[in-house]
């Protein structure tokens, strides 16, 4: 159901734009960066492999289904947080501009 508030016309411009100056690979850049050093890729790499290894033929799809809200709900704050404030800082300077 497509939401009221205009959001989702608005995304896609965003991701345009953000794709179009480089920042969407910045920011997963820097995402990717901090992950690693705050050790969540390497946990989320081992539950990834656990759950493989304990699936009987489970569909790549379930794993994914199963896994995504965990390894959302398991990005430390901090890390959230600054990706945010990088996403803010660009939309306003384009919003200025």
Do not use: C
Not at 9 to 19: F, H, S
Not at 80 to 90: D, G, L
Request: negative net charge; proline residues 5%.
């Amino acid at each position: 159901m497509p939401r009221a508030d205009g959001q989702a016309e608005l995304y896609p411009q965003i991701l345009r734009r953000m794709t179009e100056h480089g920042e969407y690979d910045r920011l997963l850049w820097m995402l990717t960066q901090k992950l690693s050093e705050s050790g969540w890729l390497d946990d989320f790499r081992d539950k990834s492999k656990e759950l493989a290894r304990n699936a009987d033929n489970m569909p790549a799809e379930t794993m994914m289904n199963e896994l995504l809200p965990q390894a959302e709900a398991s990005i430390l704050p901090k890390v959230r947080q600054e990706i945010v404030a990088m996403i803010r800082q660009f939309l306003d300077k384009q919003v200025e501009g």
